[in-house]
């Protein structure tokens, strides 16, 4: 296969005539700026060449936060692989499970309404988008603003959202409050509560909110404090422990616990997954 782009050729091995389904191979080289360009001329051709693929023939990406890629084969692989001529594919990451329903029309839809009806409130979205655009586009449909203020993920959940182009349309402040005394001089968390609770406990996580909506005159506040590690744990609060707040405006602010002994690494994008997902289901539930 032809390179303009490199000096490495590409392979294609059509297939051989025998017994079975036929077999091809492509190889093809790995730099994005040669692998692309040429599967885009030389691949998608051929392929449909071999399979016949009729007109009718589609795909549809979902993906779901707060679900284990084993819950998903537990309870979809026997339903799944009922419906004839769908090919069902996974992609597994922290927090997060990508699934790809491959098929005619009528089997792709059969597989979409399964999987919605069996886990609706863990659905992100069905065309493609990451959470934090999801998020970003609902804030953007409510003309609402939102704030955050983050201790232990050190602005990773700002980060998201500002990945997304039109962000600066729903998005003005972002406060890392690490230290007690920011918490305390930046969004106003009462010391008190700070030396009675310790800053990873319920009572601050609710205090960090409420006090970024006040302060930066949001329409929603998310906020995160915990304990990312390896060390800082303790019995009552180990490595993996945080809590979250949610405050909107003209409502009283929560806060809810989660557990991810994780690598710091993966503790803080667990956590901004989770804190991001807490956001949107805030704005879908008004």
């Known amino acids: 296969l032809p390179n303009p782009n490199g000096t490495a050729p590409g392979v294609y091995v059509p297939p051989r005539l025998g017994k079975g389904a036929p077999c091809a191979v492509f190889l093809l080289p790995g730099p994005p700026r040669e692998l692309y360009p040429m599967y885009q001329a030389e691949v998608p051709h051929r392929l449909r060449s071999l399979a016949e693929l009729s007109g009718d023939h589609e795909m549809v990406e979902m993906k779901f936060t707060g679900i284990g890629e084993s819950d998903f084969h537990e309870a979809l692989d026997d339903p799944l692989n009922a419906i004839i001529g769908l090919e069902v594919g996974y992609c597994a990451r922290p927090s997060e499970v990508d699934l790809r329903l491959i098929g005619p029309h009528a ?37 609402w603003h939102l704030t955050t203020a983050e201790s232990c993920t050190g602005g990773a959940v700002a980060s998201r959202i500002t990945d997304v182009a039109g962000a600066s349309e729903v998005f003005s402040h972002g406060f890392v409050t690490y230290a007690n005394e920011a918490k305390s001089g930046v969004i106003g968390v009462a ?6 609770h310790g800053a990873v406990s319920e009572e601050v996580a609710t205090a960090m909110a409420q006090g970024a909506l006040e302060v930066s005159n949001a329409d929603i506040a998310v906020s ?6 390896p060390g800082g744990g303790s019995e009552k609060k180990p490595v993996g422990t945080v809590w979250l707040g949610i405050a909107v405006k003209g409502k009283s602010a929560y806060a809810l616990k989660s557990f991810y002994p994780k690598d710091r690494a993966t503790f803080k994008l667990m956590v901004s997954q989770r804190a991001l997902d807490l956001v949107r289901r805030e704005l879908c539930s008004m």
């Open 107 to 143: 089997a792709v839809e059969a597989g979409r309404v399964l999987v919605e009806k069996t886990y609706p409130d863990k659905l992100i979205s069905d065309d493609g988008r990451l959470l934090e655009k999801v998020v970003v586009d609902l804030l953007a449909t409510k003309q």
């Open 191 to 196: 010391p008190d509560l700070l030396n009675t």
């Open 224 to 229: 995160v404090t915990g304990v990312a590690g």
